[in-house]
């Protein structure tokens, strides 16, 4: 895809959303539409193919922040009138170059940005900085009602000596002579001109005297950091969860990446999680369950609830406690499925083996595997 391209293509109506739709928008929009073009549903359709490959490839830039911010910006200065200017195979010298508008940084790292960059693009603008993963665990309490945990991360920071300039403090980056700052140089070769990488600066379009020494010139350090990362309230087990601008730090002023961290929930002894419900399981007395009675049950978060055992409630019973789950997405709360277990004593005293016994001859009529009779073999 060629510069002119892709800066052509209207991802927003490839998608059919409007410039301001949410990223909610975005995602519903192009869940539906890779569903109708996706191959496997359209075998052999070419035109299906394509309009795949287009909602896929617009997905791909309006789906992450920072790329749509800098499709964004491309369009509109595009839209002002302004044309990829100095570019190899571009058309250079018709109309305001981008060179003009720019300054020292340039298209290309809008474009570099955007689709991770060709061997000529000038490296000398802001980049910004990688996304970063790590992984907690937290308690079952916890993910229930929401945390704020310490994440430390070891990786890449601005350099604080020389505030990511790359330059001893004092001094600073200079312009390169030799692409007077463009980081690409001009090579003739058969009558035509090709455009690449300046050999001075490395195509990053100024070089550095004496380079800073917390960083030996790269403005960048490992460092390990400490970030608070709120875990919203009913995550799930497994769950990704974005932090915006906590990732790696951006080069030359630009924007930090984010974070991702994914969360494991260690497992609770009594409570259990299904989707947004919590499930526990409470024994009840075998009278309890045949005779019916009042049982207090504990929840996760809101204390003991009461509920009513139906008589001749059966062993494996679900009752729902509602709202005393997890916090759903919307803001509303699951439901606590309780599973009745009839519980079986281990050990019987005398009296109660007694009573027992005369509950048996009382209930001797009553045969619970009649129903198996019928289909017994011969
Ligand atoms: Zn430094
Ligand atoms: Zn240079």
């Known amino acids: 895809m060629s510069t002119k391209d892709w800066i052509e293509k209207d991802f927003y109506k490839v998608l059919g959303v409007s ?8 995602k519903k929009s192009y869940r539906k539409l890779a569903k109708q073009f996706h191959p496997d549903a359209n075998v052999g359709d070419a035109k299906a193919e394509e309009r795949f490959k287009e909602v896929s490839e617009a997905y791909e830039v309006l789906s992450n922040d920072g790329k749509r911010r800098d499709y964004d910006e491309a369009r509109r200065l595009f839209a002002s009138g302004a044309r990829p200017g100095g570019f190899p195979g571009a058309g250079a010298g018709s109309g305001p170059g981008m060179g003009d508008l720019f300054g020292d940084g340039g298209f290309g790292d809008l474009l570099g940005g955007l689709f991770g960059g060709g061997g000529g693009r000038r490296r000398s603008g802001p980049v910004r900085g990688n996304d970063l993963e790590t992984q907690t665990t937290i308690g079952f309490h916890d993910s229930l009602r929401g945390v704020t ?7 890449d920071t601005t350099c604080g000596t020389c505030a990511g300039s790359g330059a001893k403090p004092g001094s600073s980056p200079r ?4 692409c007077n700052g463009t980081g690409s140089a001009t090579r003739n070769a058969g009558g035509f001109g090709f455009s690449e990488p300046c050999r001075e600066c490395r195509g990053q379009g100024s070089t550095i005297d004496s380079p800073c020494p917390g960083c ?8 390990a950091r400490t970030v608070q990362a ?3 309230s009913g995550v799930r087990d497994g769950s990704r969860i974005r932090l915006p601008g906590k990732g790696a730090a951006g080069e030359r002023g630009g924007s930090p990446g984010d974070l991702y961290v994914s969360v494991q929930v260690a497992p609770h002894p009594m409570f259990g999680r299904s989707g947004d419900n919590v499930t526990l399981i409470v024994p009840v007395t075998f009278p309890e369950a045949v005779l019916g009675a009042r049982i207090e049950v504990p929840t996760p978060l809101d204390g003991d609830v009461t509920i009513a055992l139906a008589a001749g409630t059966t062993t494996g019973r679900v009752l729902r406690v509602k709202g005393k789950g997890a916090t759903k997405r919307d803001g509303s709360r699951g439901d606590l499925l309780v599973t009745i277990e009839v519980a079986v004593p281990q050990n019987l005293s005398t009296k109660a083996r007694k009573a027992l016994q005369s509950y048996a001859e009382a209930t001797a009529d009553h045969d619970p595997r009649e129903q198996l009779a019928a289909f017994r073999g011969p």
């Open 19 to 26: 410039t301001s739709a949410s990223p909610d928008e975005i």
């Open 149 to 155: 945990v310490s994440l430390r991360l070891i990786g």
């Open 175 to 178: 312009v390169c002579g030799a």
């Open 216 to 223: 030996h010139g790269s403005g960048r350090v490992q460092q």
């Open 230 to 232: 709120k875990i919203p």
